[in-house]
């Protein structure tokens, strides 16, 4: 059973019943807890990782790229 709290000696020491993290907003592999305490694992994967000084042709990539604009 996951456990999203622990209080000890009436002090709360830990609290997940506020956090907002899902799979689908960690990267793949990654593990975490949500906030009822049950373990995740991160859903987000990216195929590549482009970088240029111009956009990118409309040609190039597929969903889940990332395309970073270098500026001097």
Not at 5 to 24: N, P, Q
Not at 35 to 61: D, E, K, W
Request: charged share 10%; aromatic share 6%; proline share 1%.
């Amino acid at each position: 059973m996951a456990k999203n709290k622990v209080i000890y000696a009436g002090e709360t020491l830990i609290d997940l019943t506020a956090d907002t993290v899902t799979a689908s907003t960690m990267l793949s592999g990654t593990t975490a807890h949500d906030r009822t305490g049950t373990q995740i694992t991160g859903s987000v994967a990216f195929s590549s990782i482009y970088t240029g000084t111009t956009n990118p042709s409309s040609s190039v990539g597929v969903n889940g790229d990332i395309y970073l604009k270098v500026v001097s």
